[in-house]
């Protein structure tokens, strides 16, 4: 077993989400099965080998510090499923 | 004549002599989307008010004397492509209501060259997926088969210009989401090279392997999208400061001094269809009579780039998605009174099993313990197929394969086993790894009637290469006059 329901359970909590009893034991199932498959990445000899993140020669793309066209409040919050006084609201946070 | 039925290269000829208007061209083409979507279901959105509105100014604009080789045209747009006021759900329940205030660099390019919106496309959720069959809002069929699957994750892009319901569409691919539905619905299809188009407005999947690209009618079609859609964007930092060619100059005869390199590696993998191989064989044939010499190359990681793959994507996944919290935008769970239980309960409710499971999978491989085996582990394997292909294009100019290992499938076959469903990428996710651009072009048919593609793969940058041999192959070919029947 490469992964089993308890980590499952751990890991959907630290992506905040809540998984039933059904789909924890589907998904141990099938991410075991997909993780027994990635082993064959031990197969590769990569002592030496610098990591990609980035397939394509780019050094750092820098621009001026300045203001330039944007959203207004108005447009940035209309998605919003809940909003007041120019704010986003969220369930109370501080006791 | 059904206008409809137009490449977008004629129907400009036709506006340019003003044969033809654009509001006539977007009507034909709203009609047909009447008409076939109960089959097809190729779109979550039709924008049929706006389009006829876009189109009603193109006309004016083509009336100035003013027009580019998109003004007028009816373009249908992969629904995770954000266009202002127009809804963009990425087919998840979670952005089911999201009305982006901005559009993307492309749809800006595109709106400035004066081309039609015809709707939203669907897809596999937030681009998760081989089939479209992981869509949150609707299934799209196969318009060869209505029983099959158009491919994914673009399956609603490809099936669109299958079934001509626009001229030509936008997808994005992050592991083959362009050129796979493109083979499976006998439509041409492009990747671009990383970089070569802007991601600005483009919602992301996996930011490294992410891009968007053009699915047309023919070769010819596919330059001139092209085209319209590349070039430096200082929005998105990964975007790449280099001139754009005008592809269509490459839509010339003639291949001699090609090179055509042929992965040896990818005629031992299993599970490869004997009717595709065979069909990529003869147009492997057909391009070698057209005067292209071909060399035996070797990619000695192949079979090792699902499994890098299915670490790197779902990781860069896990944190893109992060996102949706039910703050900003999209839904929430307004039940909920404390904020961690509002995040548990939106996420949950908003997201399809596809997506929960490569948040879970992503989440694991970066998590503490596990960074160095997995993420780290395959961003290494990642720079040794990058090398494969450096040394394969020393000695020839495109790489030649299939584009899937086996024609359409049937709907409801491979949802129950994702790992199944993820070795179906083999040949196609090796470019995102590597930022190479990769194309599908159709080559053949099955038995029972489905399209089969031929995958081109050329340099970084190197674009035109691949349709300088695309270009030549379906002009010594018959397979893209074959429409489906519906």
Redesign the interface.
Known sequence: MK?TKK??VH??N??????DEE?IGK?AE??D???E????????E?KS????????F?TN?F?EDKVKEH?DRN??L?????KEDGN?V????IG | MNLYKLTIHEAHNLLKSREISSQELTKSVLNRVESVEPRVGAYITVAGETAMAQAELADKTIAEGNITHLTGIPLAIKDLICTKNLRTTCASKILENFVPPYDAFVIKKLKKAGAVIVGKANMDEFAMGSSTEHSGIKLTNNPWDLSYIPGGSSGGSAAAVAANMCLGSLGSDTGGSIRQPASHCGVVGMKPTYGRVSRFGLVAFASSLDQIGPLTKDVADCAVLLKAISGYDAGDSTSVPMDVPDYTTFLEKGLKGFKIGIPKEYNALSGLDAEVSEAVKNAVKTIEGLGAECVEVSLPHTEYAVAAYYVIAPSEASSNLARYDGVKYGLRDKDKNDLIEMYRSTRSMGFGSEVKRRIIIGTYCLSAGYYDAYYRKASQVRTLIIEDFKRAFKSCDVLLSPVAPTPAFKTGEKTEDPLKMYLSDIFTLSANLAGIPGMSVPCGFSTQGLPIGLQIMGKHFNEEKMIKVAYNFEQATDFHNKKPKL
């Open positions: 992964i980590e499952v890991v959907a630290l992506a905040r989400l809540d998984l789909s998904f099938q991410i099965n997909i993780l498959y990635v082993d064959i990445l031990n197969c590769v990569t080998v610098a990591p990609t993140s980035h397939a394509i780019l793309a621009r959203l447009k940035a209309a998605n919003a499923p809940e986003f969220v369930p109370k946070v």
